[in-house]
Each structure stands twice: as structure tokens, then as C-alpha cells.
């Protein structure tokens, strides 16, 4: 690896790329995780939500909830919980890669041979399953956030990251890790096909990386018969002779 000489440099490369990529989308991710989480609450809001959110009417769609949160809250609400969104997301992601090169590190010592599809398949569920674990609380927090009006005031789940995590931990540390269980069951079979599509499409265009069991005719010497043909006996002598790039000594060979 170019970048990083050491196992704790390639460890935080790891990370580093998984949170990097995750920060890169959320700018267009957050205002459509917006909106799926209020859509999400059902016919009446404040009833779903035991009175946390004011509205008792839901939007019709996806494009009415966007004109009425940008007319009645501004645009900044499409954008509401961004920060602790960006902070879920690459915490995810972070998590995500740093599980799954360590779990195909460990399936390559162990065979020595790349992973097979069925391996990153299990890898990569693995991976995404750790991860959603981990990092459900922050999930937990984001959607409160998002679902509650920007400007509900009073009532609401509490004004930014500091305020949902109080008044959570008010109804009790297990609060936080509500719907860890599903969300998990989500990231699993997700995170398990990604890493399965992508490591079979780069073995297609790559090759195997190591350990590969490529062909004999490029780990050992081709013969070349006394006849000249490549893996055929001579008929008169059977004797083979090393492939060589220059004029090959025929006496010495059948010598």
C-alpha cells in the first residue's frame, strides 16, 4: 500500500477512506434521509411521535414534503441534523471498512488465497452488522432530529445533538439503542452484497491480487521438445529442453 508503511498506518487509512467517502455524499444524502424520516411517521405525526411533533397531518409525498418544509421552515431544515448525520455516517463507514479489511486479511492469511464471493459476502454482512450496532445511538439521535419542525420550539426532542441525548438518557440508557436489532438486520445483507459485487467486479477486471493460483505457465519454466513444439516429446529422442529466449544448443540438449 503506497500510503501506509505500517499496520496501524494502513489501519487508520482504512477509516480515514470510509468516513472520507461518507462525509463527500451527506451534503446530498441528509436532505432525502430528511424527508423519508418524516414521510415515515405515518397519517398523524404528533400522534406517531406522542406529541414530540406538532404536525397531526402528514405531507402527500415526497415532493409536497419538500415544498412545505423549505415554505414553512426554510431550506436550512432539508439539512436538519446534518451534523450529527455526517458524524453517524462516516462513524458507520469508518467502522464498516475497518471490520471487513481485517476480516479479509484474516481470510487470506488463513488460505492464503484472495477471499472467494461467498467470503466478502460473509465479510462484508459481518462488517455492516458490527457497525449499525456500534453506531445505532447516533442513528437513534439523527432521527429525532430530522423528524421534529426546526422551529417546533418547546416540545420538540430537544435543540441539537446535546439536547436529544439528554432528554433520551431521561427515558433511560436503553432508549439510545432503540431498533439497533432491525437496523442491523438493514445493514447486514447490504453491506454484505456491496462488498460481494465489488470484490467479484474487481477480480474481473484485476485478477487475482495474491495468491491466486495463476496458470503453470507463468510460476514454472516451459519445455520445449527436441522437435521445437512447446510440451510435446521429440519423436525420436523424448528428451525436453528448458524454453530458452535465445538459440537453443541442440547437441547439448540431446546429450
Given at each position: 500500500?503506497r500510503y501506509a508503511k505500517t499496520?496501524q498506518q494502513r489501519?487508520g487509512?482504512y477509516l480515514?477512506?470510509g468516513?472520507a ?16 424520516c418524516r ?18 397531518m402528514?405531507?402527500g409525498g415526497?415532493?409536497?414534503?419538500v415544498?412545505h418544509i423549505v ?10 441534523g446534518w451534523?450529527?448525520?455526517?458524524i453517524?455516517?462516516?462513524?458507520f463507514?469508518?467502522?464498516t471498512f475497518?471490520?471487513?479489511?481485517n ?15 461467498a467470503e ?6 459481518l462488517?455492516?452488522?458490527v457497525?449499525?450496532a456500534?453506531t445505532?445511538?447516533l442513528?437513534t439521535?439523527t ?6 419542525d426546526?422551529?417546533a420550539g418547546?416540545?420538540?426532542f430537544?435543540?441539537g445533538?446535546t439536547?436529544?441525548?439528554r432528554q433520551?438518557?431521561?427515558e433511560?440508557?436503553?432508549?439510545l439503542w432503540r431498533?439497533t436489532a ?5 445493514a447486514v ?7 460481494a ?7 474481473w477486471?484485476?485478477?487475482?491480487r ?14 520445449l521438445?527436441?522437435?521445437g ?5 521429440g ?8 524454453w ?7 547437441e547439448?540438449?540431446?546429450?
Amino acid at each position: 500500500m503506497r500510503y501506509a508503511k505500517t499496520e496501524q498506518q494502513r489501519q487508520g487509512l482504512y477509516l480515514a477512506c470510509g468516513a472520507a467517502a461518507e462525509l463527500a455524499c451527506s451534503a446530498f444524502v441528509v436532505p432525502t434521509e430528511v424527508v423519508k424520516c418524516r414521510l415515515q411517521l405515518g397519517a398523524n405525526p404528533h400522534r406517531a411521535t406522542g406529541g414530540a411533533v406538532s404536525r397531526t397531518m402528514n405531507y402527500g409525498g415526497p415532493f409536497s414534503a419538500v415544498s412545505h418544509i423549505v415554505r414553512t421552515e426554510g431550506l436550512g431544515a432539508l439539512w436538519s441534523g446534518w451534523k450529527s448525520a455526517v458524524i453517524q455516517d462516516c462513524a458507520f463507514s469508518a467502522l464498516t471498512f475497518l471490520v471487513y479489511e481485517n476480516a479479509r486479511i484474516a481470510i487470506t492469511s488463513f488460505t492464503g488465497r484472495d477471499p472467494t464471493g461467498a467470503e466478502s459476502f460473509a465479510a462484508g454482512g459481518l462488517a455492516g452488522g458490527v457497525a449499525a450496532a456500534l453506531t445505532n445511538p447516533l442513528d437513534t439521535v439523527t432521527s429525532r432530529l430530522m423528524i421534529q419542525d426546526s422551529r417546533a420550539g418547546q416540545g420538540g426532542f430537544g435543540s441539537g445533538m446535546t439536547g436529544v441525548i439528554r432528554q433520551a438518557l431521561a427515558e433511560g440508557p436503553g432508549s439510545l439503542w432503540r431498533g439497533t436489532a432491525m437496523r442491523v438486520l438493514h445493514a447486514v445483507p447490504s453491506a454484505a452484497m456491496q462488498f460481494a459485487i465489488f470484490e467479484t467486479v474487481r477480480s474481473w477486471i484485476e485478477g487475482p491480487r495474491r495468491g491466486g493460483g495463476g496458470s503453470s505457465e507463468s510460476s514454472s519454466p516451459r519445455t520445449l521438445s527436441a522437435t521445437g513444439i512447446p510440451g510435446r516429446s521429440g519423436a525420436r529422442t523424448g528428451h525436453t529442453i528448458e524454453w530458452m529466449p535465445v538459440g537453443v544448443d541442440w547437441e547439448g540438449a540431446r546429450r
